[in-house]
């Protein structure tokens, strides 16, 4: 089944405690992105990626990092996460940067 | 800066048509896309308009006209599962990045 996966779906964590979100697709996509989505303001591009070794910022990239070391994988860090970062994240995959995207579960982050 | 409007709430019965409406203003324009997101889910790929014109899949209609900068997602014979938000995107660009570009959602409200 065609799937983006991520992990965790539920996180609460304390302010300043290095989490990493993970994601992972299985369609052989080049396109990766992240997003954050917050309530009356849609879904924001934190960070994406093209392919393998290649990632740029999106709209909101402060206080993020992330790699694309496989194509199939994109993990999301944040090394020093606080509280304006609670949010519920998706992570999304497309062939190619035109196409149709696909979205993992989302991961409901909550700092304290 | 780019941005797209669509109203935050709308309400219909079950049974009924409904229209949503989608405005926007982006650099460069490479397609119109409508999502389907149910609370606590993740968005779903409905449609995509790259042309002018309407395009129909079942129940849901989506058209475009690109030179109103103008689209709507249409949805017929309303069943209580069409609940959900609904967020119009189109493809745009900045620099490298054919980045989709979110409008805020809106809420369909189904009544029996």
């Known amino acids: 089944e065609a799937q983006v996966t991520q992990n965790p779906r539920y996180l609460i964590t304390v302010t300043g405690k290095k989490l990493t979100v993970t994601c992972s697709q299985n369609?052989?996509?080049?396109?990766m992105s992240w997003y954050r989505q917050d309530p009356g303001l849609g879904l924001r591009q934190i960070y994406y990626?093209?392919?393998?070794?290649?990632?740029d910022k999106g709209d909101v990239p402060e206080g993020y990092k992330v790699s694309r070391k496989e194509k199939r994988n994109f993990p999301l860090i944040l090394e020093s996460p606080s509280p304006n970062q609670t949010s519920l994240y998706f992570c999304?995959?497309?062939?190619?940067?035109?196409?149709?995207?696909?979205f993992g579960q989302g991961t409901r982050l909550t700092v304290v | 800066g780019q941005s797209l409007e669509q109203p935050s709430e709308v309400t219909a019965v079950e049974g009924a048509i409904v229209q949503i409406n989608c405005t926007y203003q982006?650099?460069?324009?490479?397609?119109l896309s409508w999502y389907q997101q149910h609370d606590g889910g993740a968005p779903t790929f409905l449609s995509y308009?790259?042309l002018d014109g309407l395009e129909e899949t079942g129940r849901f209609s989506s058209f475009l006209s690109r030179s109103d900068s103008y689209g709507y997602l249409l949805l017929q014979e309303l069943q209580m599962k069409d609940s959900a938000s609904y967020f119009c995107?189109?493809?745009?660009?900045?620099?490298?990045?054919?980045?989709?570009?979110w409008g805020a959602g809106t809420k369909l409200i189904i009544k029996p």
């Open positions: 308009n790259g």
């Open positions: 369609m052989n996509h080049e396109y």
């Open positions: 999304a995959s497309s062939l190619g940067q035109r196409g149709e995207a696909f």
């Open positions: 995107a189109v493809r745009g660009k900045t620099s490298s990045n054919y980045q989709l570009i």
């Open positions: 990626s093209m392919n393998v070794e290649v990632t």
């Open positions: 982006t650099s460069g324009f490479y397609g």
